[in-house]
């Protein structure tokens, strides 16, 4: 049977200042401009609950963006040492897309051969969810990709209620957090149904296309759309900063370097994020590039987002988050991308009604 307590808005400072107590806690804070990003709190005074998703993913917290994975000293051999950096932590205020980012990253890195010090720092985060009640802005696409809702990932999940948060309880390590804490109330009937009609009218809210496809034919979308047009005028604008995927909650690449010290016998081992988007990412010996080409970086971009990912785990990399149109220096839209790509191929749902294109 699901949990549910309710958090009263009074109360919800000495919660978050009685977590940041016991360990590390991480949430949205406001930078100014409208920006935000995940930094440390110690009350909930500081935490922006009604924020646009933050400049970077919580993704920065599983994948550091600069990770030591092992230490070498060859002064006296050839001696490595593996290295596992982790922190115990608690992120609150994770948005659905960004729970559906980690739920990608999960996967991936708990396929073969896993990656243990992704699966390792995984179990030492707490993750507290956050409802979207209404669209963040113009570029979220979270509805077409059906992470408009709350779809597990979470060990406790935050809706907003008016006066008062009511709470869902997903695993041990959130039971735990409501036993320790003496400012939740078990959820009545009356609160049930609050959250039943808020859920009812997110139903209404989200019920149009933000791109003039259903869900289950984009799949179809990309099987026609390798050689399409599209690519061609991306390669005229895109400037190949790597912004897009440096903010993508589902992003995973990484480059690994070995940094000698000085004495050049001791140093260390490292991962650091890197972008398809670059042109030295797809060079191989010989300074052979098979994605020379702009365009050709962008459609494997769209699609590791709605293609392959599908053929090998059935589900979307892309959260429907909008941080890589609203970052992108060369005003490279998603929603518009899909949308044209929908048009050329003749596969717009004549029901889809309105479409969300800033």
């Known amino acids: 049977m699901e949990q549910y307590f309710v958090l009263k808005k009074k109360s919800f400072n000495d919660f978050v200042s009685t977590m940041a107590k016991k360990q590390k806690v991480v949430a949205p804070i406001e930078k100014g401009n409208n920006q935000y990003a995940f930094e440390e709190v110690k009350s909930g005074d500081e935490i922006a609950t009604g924020y646009i998703p933050t400049i970077l993913p919580p993704k920065k917290y599983f994948m550091p963006q600069n990770e030591t994975i092992a230490k070498f000293d060859i002064s006296s051999g050839q001696n490595m040492e593996p290295v596992v950096e982790y922190e115990k ?26 990656d243990l010090n992704y699966l390792i720092r995984k179990n030492e985060i707490t993750i507290v969810g956050f ?33 008062k948060f009511i709470v869902h309880v997903n695993t041990l390590a959130g039971e735990e957090i409501i036993g320790q804490s003496n400012v939740f109330e078990k959820a009545s009937d009356q609160d049930i149904k609050m959250l039943n009609i808020l859920r009812t009218k997110k139903r209404e809210i989200f019920a ?19 050689n ?86 059935s589900r979307f990399f892309c959260t429907g988050c909008g941080r890589c149109s609203r970052t992108c220096m060369a005003g490279i839209n998603l929603k518009e991308t899909l949308t044209v790509l929908v048009e050329e191929h003749g596969m717009k749902n004549p029901n889809a009604g309105e479409v969300r294109i800033g």
Not at 101 to 110: A, D, H, T
């Open 208 to 226: 149009k296309n933000e791109v003039p496809i259903e869900h289950e034919n984009i799949p179809g979308l990309f099987d026609k759309s390798y």
């Open 228 to 313: 399409s047009k599209v690519w061609e005028e991306l390669e005229k604008k895109c400037v190949a900063c790597g912004n897009c995927t440096n903010v993508c909650p589902s992003c995973y690449c990484f480059d690994v370097v070995d940094e000698p010290n000085l004495d050049l016998k001791t140093g260390r081992r490292s991962r650091k994020w890197d972008s398809c988007q670059h042109e030295t990412f797809a060079k191989v010996a010989g300074g052979e590039s098979f994605r020379e080409e702009r365009g050709a970086r962008q459609r494997h971009r769209y699609f590791r987002k709605f293609k392959y990912p599908m053929d090998k785990f």
């Open 131 to 163: 409802e979207c009640n209404d669209y963040c802005d113009e570029y979220a696409s979270c509805r077409l990709v059906h992470n408009h809702t709350p779809n597990g990932g979470y060990d406790l999940f935050f809706t907003d209620l008016g006066d």
């Open 89 to 114: 932590m608690t992120i609150f205020g994770v948005r659905t897309c960004d729970l559906a980012g980690i739920q990608c990253l999960n996967m991936v890195f708990s396929d073969r051969p896993r």
